[in-house]
């Protein structure tokens, strides 16, 4: 994969932010950010075949960068088809560019929906991302772009829950892993085979406890945690963050499953 552009930064959030409240993105009066142009970004699947994301530009979601987590879960992805998405209804939240979910649809799930923040400009380049993607064409899987704010009432293609769960790189936002958590509850079939994915690296190092935490909470909400995948990237994503550089590019995969 490769990143035409990209920060230097992971993002600085508080656990006293919520990303859910939209006056966090509004800037200062008399402030006018020029609006920064979509970016592209590539990742070729095991088959050897390039996929090419388009990317918003930057954006206070953080939707415009193609994340570790989201690269590595779509390799697990193409490495257990067959138990996870064949014939498999699948949502994924936290999109971004959509990569996961949009591997799921060409490795042939039965339904994919894939979610970000109701941003109008994401949700859009979500449904660019699907419309543009050439193995989708051929492929007989619904996929669906939507918005979604974790924790609200679920949306009609919601509704009848999934099979599979795709977190990636969201555990960063620590006050709204209850939100988070609740929509895994809301969602994610109570069956044995039903899973969800969370895969996430620890950019600030620092606050690698913050980020476990949502895991506690899981196990308290009745979901079995399992550690799946301990991967060490080339290089660090954000060039300019401070702490233990090993932890900064490793990618951690965890499955949730109800405890039944």
Known sequence: MENISGPTASPEIEDS???TDTALFQEPDGYFRPKDPPSFAEHTLLSGEKLHMRLVGHNPLWGHLLWNGGQVVSEYLQQHVADLVEHKDVLELGAGAGLPGIVCGILGARKVVITDYPDEELVENLQLNIDNCKPLKVSESEVIAEGYLWGAP???NMSSGFDLLILADLLF??????KLLHTVGLTLRRLPAASALVFFTPYR???FDNDMAFFDLARQGGFVVEKVLEKAMENVMFTEDRGDELLRKTVYGFVLRWQL
């Open 17 to 19: 932010e919520d990303l």
């Open 154 to 156: 679920l949306s009609a």
């Open 173 to 178: 936002n620590h006050s709204e892993h209850a």
């Open 205 to 207: 190092p620092w606050l």
